[in-house]
C-alpha cells in the first residue's frame, strides 16, 4: 500500500496516537467538574461533555440553556448546537463540522474540533513568560516554537516529530524550566529513547505539574503526529515548579578530561615519575578514582590530588617495571573519553651527567660566521638516552643543526649544520616586547604537544632581577596557560623551561609601561580577535575628545600584513589588514607612538578552509542604516548568510562612549537571523558584523540621527601644501608607497618614501593638504617577526 494510503487509512498509527492525546488532554480539564471521557468518538455525542469542556476552558457559562437531560436525538442535537453557537460568538472558526458530525460519530470532525480548541486556549491565547513582542503575530506553532527554541539554545530543535525522538530534548527542556531537576541529560544514551523519554516525563508529571497526555511510546515513535506533541509541549510554559523537587548539581562525565605525559601511550620511564592532570571542571562536581593496572595484571589505586578548589586533581605515580600499563579515570562512577588510557614504560633513562661534549663548535672564540662548524657529543657510560642539542644566537633565534653517531666511538655523536626536533611553542600578549602595562594582566600560553616528554616551567623576573608571581590558569591536552600581574614599570623578563632547557626565544625581554591614563583612542572589531588568511581582519579606532595626537598602527605575526585605513570624518576610521599566514598576530594600535590600552590585541589568525564566505552574506534593516533609529525603539535588521557556508555570526555594538550595546539575535533557520539592538541616546552607534570571524560587506555600520562632528584638533599638525610630511615622526620602514589621500589627513606608509624624494615630490602625492587643517597625522606600518628601526 502507497504511504499516502496508508497515512489516511482508518487505522493509520498517527490517528491513535492522536486519538489518545486528545482523550487524555480532555479528561484533564474535564476532572476539575467530576466528568470523564472513555470514547472521544462517542462520549461527547450528547453535547453534555462538550459543554462541559468549553466552560472549562473559557471559565464561561453557555449563552443560552440546553437539556441536562437529553434521551432524545434532538435533544443530543440541540446540545451540540448550544456549544457550537458558543464557539462561534467567541470567534473560534469551526470549518465543516456541524451538531449532526459529533452526534453521530464523525471521529475526523472531532479530532479536528478538539485540535481547534487546543490551539486557541492551551497555545494561541495564554501569556508566557520570556517571549518577545513578535509573538502576537506568529501563528501558534511558530509561537510554540520560538518559546522552545529560547528554553534550550543550544539543541538545534526546529520540529514537533524527529527532534523529540530520542528523547534528550524532552530532557534538555524539563531542566531548563527547573534547572537541576534533569540535569543529566546530555549523558543519555540516544539509543534508548523510551528510557529518557520516561524519565524526562516523569520528572515533568511529578514535579512541574506537566500531565503525560502523550504516553514515552508514543511521543518517540515515528508514527506520532506534531499536533499530539504540540499538544503535550504545549503544557510547559505554565509549569511550576513544586517545593520539595529533587534538584541536583549537574553532572556530565563526558566533559572530563585527562592530559599529561603520564597517560601518553609513548615517552613514559622505568623510576621515573609519569604526571597527568584531571580536568573536572565542565563536568560538575563528582568523585575522581584513578586506577593503574601493572603488565602483570595487579590493579593500583593512585591517589588524585585537587588542585584550585577541586578544579583539576593532580596524579602521579612511578612505574617500577618495564611493559604495557594502563590507566582507568573515572568521574562520578563512570568513564571519563579515552579512559582506560594505554601507557607504553620504557627502559629507565641514563645519567645525563656522564655526557660530555667537545669540539670547535662550541669553544669560546674560534667560530667563524657562516662557515660550518661541529661538536661531538660523548655519551659512553651513560645509559640509554635520546640526544638533542639546540643552538641560539645572540637575538635568541634558533639556528639548524644535525647530529649523526660517528664511526671514532661506539657512543659519540656529532653535530654541525639542519633542524632541531619539536619544540614547545608559545604565544600571548604576556610575551610581546611592547604594549603591557603595570597592573594589566600578562597572558600567554604554551604549547608543548609536539615537544615530546618533558616539565614545563615558567619565571617572570622583574626590573630588580626578583622573581614576580606567575599563575598557571589551565593545562588542557598539552596546551598550558599563564598568567601575571606586573606592579612596575621597567623591563621584566619571562623565562620558559621545558625539561630544564629553556624553550625558543626565551627569555621574553617584555617592556610594562606605566599604568594608562586617560584614553585618546580605543579600538574593537573582530580584526581584533582573529581573522581567516587572505581574507580582511578589519576592526574600527575612534577618537576619544577632540586632542587626538599621531595615531599609528603595526602588525607583528607570521607575515607582513598589509594594512589599509579609511578616514570616516567622524573621530574614527576603519582599519583592515590581510594576514597571508596562519598564526598569532599582534596588532598595536599606538598614539604618539606608545599603545593604547589594551594594546598590542591579540588575533589568531587560522588557514582559509572554503567553508565560509563572508562576502555573500547581506545585512540590512533601519537598525544599520544610518538615520534609521528612534532613541529607546528598538532597531532591527535582518543577516541573511543562507550563502555564506558555516559561520559562525558574530554581532558587536557600541555607542558614541565606547559604551558596548547588546544586541539581539534570532536564528530563524536556513541561515536567516533577526537582530535587534535599542539605542539608548542620540549618539552615533556603530554595528560589527562578522560571519566565521571576518566582517561583512559594509560594516562597520555606522547609524545615528544626527552626524558627529569629526575630531579638529590633535598634537600633530598636517604641513602645509610643499612641507616635507612629518618625516621625522615616521618610525618603520615597509615596501609600500604613499597611498593618496581621500581627506586632509595623510596616510604614511614608508618613511622611506618621506625621508629620501624631495620636497617637491611629496608635494605631489599630497595635493590636498590644508595648513589649516589640524588632524591627527595617521602612520601605518607592518612588522615581521624581526623588528626593523632607522
Not at 579512559?339 to 667537545?358: H, I, N, Q, R, Y
Not at 615616521?730 to 608607497?737: L, M
Request: with cysteine; charged share 25%.
Amino acid at each position: 500500500m502507497p504511504a499516502t494510503e496508508k497515512d489516511l487509512a482508518e487505522d493509520a498509527p498517527w490517528k491513535k496516537i492522536q486519538q489518545n492525546t486528545f482523550t487524555r488532554w480532555t479528561n484533564e480539564h474535564l476532572k476539575c467538574v467530576n466528568k470523564r471521557i472513555v470514547d472521544l468518538q462517542l462520549d461527547l455525542g450528547d453535547g453534555l461533555r462538550l459543554i462541559a469542556l468549553l466552560e472549562v476552558l473559557s471559565h464561561q457559562k453557555m449563552f443560552r440553556k440546553y437539556h441536562p437531560r437529553p434521551n432524545f436525538r434532538q435533544m443530543k442535537l440541540e446540545n451540540v448546537s448550544v456549544a457550537l453557537e458558543f464557539l462561534e460568538k467567541e470567534n473560534i472558526k469551526l470549518v465543516s463540522i456541524d451538531s449532526k458530525a459529533i452526534v453521530d460519530g464523525n471521529l475526523k470532525l472531532i479530532l479536528g474540533l478538539i485540535w481547534t480548541l487546543i490551539l486557541h486556549y492551551s497555545i494561541s491565547m495564554p501569556m508566557w513568560e520570556g517571549e518577545d513582542e513578535e509573538a502576537e503575530s506568529k501563528t501558534p506553532k511558530q509561537r510554540l516554537l520560538g518559546w522552545i527554541q529560547n528554553k534550550v539554545p543550544d539543541l538545534p530543535i526546529s520540529n514537533f516529530s524527529r527532534d523529540w525522538r530520542d528523547g534528550k530534548a524532552l530532557g534538555a527542556l524539563v531542566d531548563s524550566c527547573a534547572p537541576g531537576l534533569c540535569p543529566d541529560w546530555e549523558t543519555w544514551d540516544s539509543v534508548k529513547p523510551v528510557n529518557n523519554a520516561t524519565e524526562a516525563m516523569q520528572l515533568a508529571d511529578e514535579w512541574l505539574g506537566i500531565p503525560q497526555v502523550i504516553t514515552p511510546e508514543e511521543i518517540i515513535d515515528p508514527g506520532a503526529d506534531e499536533q499530539s506533541v504540540m499538544t503535550y509541549l504545549s503544557q510547559f510554559p505554565k509549569a511550576k515548579l513544586k517545593t520539595g523537587a529533587p534538584l541536583k548539581p549537574k553532572l556530565n562525565p563526558k566533559k572530563a578530561r585527562a592530559y599529561g605525559p603520564g597517560i601518553e601511550p609513548t615517552g613514559n620511564r622505568v623510576r621515573r615519575p609519569a604526571v597527568f592532570t584531571v580536568d573536572t571542571f565542565s563536568a560538575g562536581q563528582g568523585q575522581v578514582t584513578v586506577y593503574l593496572d601493572h603488565p602483570d595484571g595487579t590493579r593500583e589505586e593512585l591517589k588524585a590530588e585537587p588542585n584550585e578548589g577541586k578544579k583539576t586533581f593532580s596524579v602521579t605515580y612511578i612505574p617500577q617495571v618495564v611493559g604495557a600499563h594502563k590507566v582507568t579515570v573515572m568521574f562520578a562512577g563512570q568513564q571519563i573519553p579515552k579512559s582506560p588510557f594505554e601507557v607504553s614504560v620504557d627502559k629507565a633513562l641514563g645519567d645525563a651527567s656522564k655526557v660530555t661534549a667537545k669540539g670547535p663548535g662550541i669553544e669560546p672564540v674560534g667560530i667563524v660566521a657562516n662557515k660550518p662548524t661541529y661538536f661531538d657529543i660523548y655519551t659512553a657510560g651513560a645509559g640509554t638516552g635520546d640526544v638533542t642539542a639546540m643552538i641560539r644566537d645572540p637575538q635568541g633565534r634558533q639556528n639548524s643543526v644535525e647530529g649523526w653517531g660517528s664511526p671514532r666511538a661506539p657512543s659519540a655523536w656529532t653535530w654541525g649544520p639542519p633542524a632541531c626536533r619539536g619544540r614547545a611553542g608559545p604565544q600571548g600578549r604576556g610575551l610581546q616586547p611592547t604594549g603591557l602595562r603595570v597592573k594589566q594582566v600578562g597572558d600567554f600560553k604554551v604549547d608543548t604537544r609536539t615537544a615530546g616528554s618533558g616539565d614545563l616551567k615558567a619565571v617572570v623576573k622583574g626590573p630588580k632581577g626578583t622573581e614576580e608571581p606567575v599563575k598557571q590558569i589551565s593545562g588542557q591536552d598539552g596546551v598550558f596557560s599563564y598568567e601575571y600581574y606586573p606592579n612596575s614599570p621597567g623591563k621584566h623578563s619571562v623565562s620558559i623551561t621545558w625539561g630544564g632547557q629553556h624553550i625558543p626565544k626565551s627569555p621574553f625581554d617584555v617592556t610594562v609601561g606605566k599604568e594608562a591614563g586617560p584614553q585618546q583612542i580605543r579600538a574593537w572589531g573582530p580584526g581584533l580577535e582573529g581573522g581567516i588568511v587572505g581574507k580582511p581582519a578589519a576592526f574600527v579606532v575612534e577618537s576619544i575628545g577632540t586632542d587626538v595626537g599621531v595615531l599609528g598602527f603595526a602588525i607583528e605575526g607570521p607575515s607582513q600584513a598589509k594594512i589599509e585605513c579609511e578616514d570616516q570624518n567622524d573621530g574614527s576610521c576603519d582599519v583592515s589588514y590581510w594576514p597571508t599566514e596562519p598564526g598569532e598576530y599582534a596588532v598595536h594600535v599606538t598614539c604618539d607612538e606608545e599603545d593604547i590600552e589594551h594594546s598590542p590585541f591579540m588575533a589568531f589568525i587560522v588557514p582559509d578552509d572554503n567553508t565560509s564566505d563572508p562576502d555573500k552574506v547581506k545585512a540590512f534593516g533601519p537598525g544599520l542604516e544610518k538615520s534609521g533609529c528612534l532613541v529607546n525603539q528598538p532597531a532591527e535588521f535582518t543577516v541573511n548568510a543562507k550563502e555564506a557556508g558555516k559561520g559562525p555570526l558574530k554581532i558587536s555594538a557600541q555607542d558614541a562612549e565606547g559604551l558596548p550595546v547588546e544586541v539581539k539575535v534570532r536564528s530563524k533557520g536556513e541561515g536567516q537571523y533577526s537582530c535587534s539592538y535599542t539605542p539608548t541616546s542620540h549618539l552615533k552607534h556603530t554595528v560589527a558584523v562578522s560571519w566565521g570571524g571576518v566582517g561583512v560587506p559594509n560594516s562597520p555600520f555606522r547609524v545615528s540621527r544626527r552626524s558627529q562632528p569629526p575630531v579638529t584638533t590633535g598634537s600633530a599638525i598636517l604641513p602645509k601644501s610643499g612641507d616635507l610630511v612629518e618625516a621625522q615622526r615616521v618610525k618603520v620602514v615597509t615596501s609600500e608607497p604613499l597611498v593618496k589621500t581621500e581627506s586632509s589627513r595623510v596616510v604614511v606608509r614608508s618613511e622611506q618614501t618621506v625621508l629620501n624624494q624631495s620636497v617637491k615630490k611629496v608635494k605631489s602625492k599630497c595635493p590636498d593638504v590644508s595648513s589649516k587643517a589640524k588632524k591627527p597625522l595617521i602612520i601605518i606600518t607592518t612588522y615581521t617577526e624581526a623588528r626593523y628601526s632607522c
